[in-house]
């Protein structure tokens, strides 16, 4: 009875070592199995691996080659600029000198024209003046002669004893006795006189009459009434040569000009600031002009209108509060 039961321990133990064993080795099986299969990743691995370290040693090789072609092409490159620029150092060089007797020769030119324009100039106003008083000698001499005039009487249409004329401060004030004459022809005449001085009759043209003032015509020719740059002065009708908002220095303030013409050496110039609405006004001498070469080439060379305008207005200063206009340097 105990051997069966030792008989029967042991057959049970048996089964269960033959069940353990099976196990262990369905289990070394499965282990084998996935050993195979990491063996043949690790296979792929190794062949991937060693292509891409391939490729990376070609790689390299490439760029080791593409530098080194930088490289030479940086120095070509070089050689190229350092070539070009000594070229082009050699021909600004050439470019300068030829610069330089080009502006000699300029110069020289400029100076010979300035030369030729002023005496033009001068010719032109010899020429004016002699024109003006024949014309003024003709008319005093019609004016003188009833017989020229066709026994007509001129009328006096308005009369100003003491109007004072637009001066600059380096000038003596002066004043005039102003009066407009009409003839039953309807022509005015506008006649001018400073104390001790002869009479200047200046016949008045329909399309000046018409341009005046509706309410106040003969204030407004008085107003136009001036001096001309010549010595000893005329009397002349200012004309209008244009206006314009210009921002002026030193400040940059915003001015509505107006500039009228006596004559090629004479301007006057008046305006508002629109700021503060401070009014201004001013005469520029031919003496002032003739300081500033881009002004009197300007006038040397017959500039009218617009581009004259600008160019006065160029050199003109504005003190908003203080003196008002001022020509010349603006520091």
């Known amino acids: 009875m105990g051997l069966d039961i030792l008989a029967s321990n042991l057959a049970r133990d048996k089964r269960l070592l ?17 050993l195979e299969e990491w063996k043949a990743l690790n296979e792929q691995k190794d062949e991937t691996i060693t292509k891409q370290n391939a490729q990376i040693e070609e790689m390299m090789m490439a760029q080791a080659a593409l530098e ?4 030479r092409k940086r120095r070509e490159v070089e050689e ?6 000594a070229n082009l150092e050699a021909r600004l060089a050439e470019l300068q000198a030829e610069r330089d007797d080009a502006r000699a020769q300029a110069d020289s030119m ?3 024209s300035d030369k030729l324009s002023q005496e033009l100039v001068k010719v032109h106003e010899q020429y004016d003046d002699a024109t003006q008083r024949k014309k003024a000698e003709k008319a005093d001499m019609a004016l003188d002669e009833p017989e020229a005039e066709d026994a007509t009487q001129w009328t006096k249409v308005e009369e100003r004893e003491e ?4 001066t600059s401060d380096m000038e003596t004030p002066c004043s005039l006795k102003l009066s407009v004459w009409k003839e039953p022809g309807g022509r005015h005449q506008l006649r001018a006189q400073e104390a001790g001085a002869e009479e200047t009759r200046i016949a008045l043209e329909d399309d000046l009459v018409q341009d005046l003032d509706s309410e106040s015509p003969w204030v407004d020719l008085f107003s136009r009434v001036g001096l001309s740059s010549d ?5 002349v009708l200012s004309q ?3 206006e314009k908002e210009a921002t002026l220095p030193p400040n940059g303030t915003a001015v509505l000009c107006r500039v009228h013409r006596f004559d090629a050496w004479r301007y006057y110039i008046s305006g508002t600031s629109l700021a503060t609405s401070t009014m201004s006004d001013y005469i520029i001498t031919r003496d002032e002009l003739n300081t500033d070469d881009a002004v009197s080439s300007a006038i040397n060379s017959g500039t009218e209108g617009t581009e004259l305008l600008e160019v006065l207005l160029g050199k003109v200063s504005f003190q908003d509060g203080g003196d008002g206009f001022y020509f010349g340097d603006t520091d």
């Open 18 to 34: 033959e069940k353990a064993l099976k196990q262990q080795q369905e289990a070394h099986r499965a282990v084998l199995a996935s």
């Open 68 to 71: 080194e072609e930088i490289e």
């Open 80 to 85: 190229a600029v350092n070539t070009e620029r």
């Open 110 to 112: 400029v100076l010979a």
């Open 163 to 166: 109007q004072k004329v637009k």
């Open 231 to 235: 010595d000893p002065p005329r009397i």
């Open 240 to 242: 209008l040569i244009g």
